[in-house]
């Protein structure tokens, strides 16, 4: 019986999908998130979709923020003539 050889390219396109896979796994383990802690307040960053979670009881909480409320207290000096 003659020995069967797999083609060249099929053990290219093999090689480049590990790699891939590889390449895929690491940066989602190490380089994905970036962890900040501003204010007492530990963020958790996610470079691939920008999208911003806090650490609240052990989780991290990607809902979003509530909007800020602040009156403002200026007034006008201006005179209609």
Known sequence: ????????????????L??????A?????FFR?????????????DRLTSEKCHLVDGSYDCSPLPPSTSTSTSTSTSANK
């Open 1 to 16: 019986m003659e020995d069967a050889k797999t083609p060249k390219w099929v053990l290219t396109a093999v090689g480049v």
């Open 18 to 23: 590990v790699l891939l896979a590889v390449f």
């Open 25 to 29: 796994a690491d940066f989602q383990l």
């Open 33 to 45: 998130y970036q962890y900040v802690e501003t204010g007492g307040v530990q963020w958790r960053l």
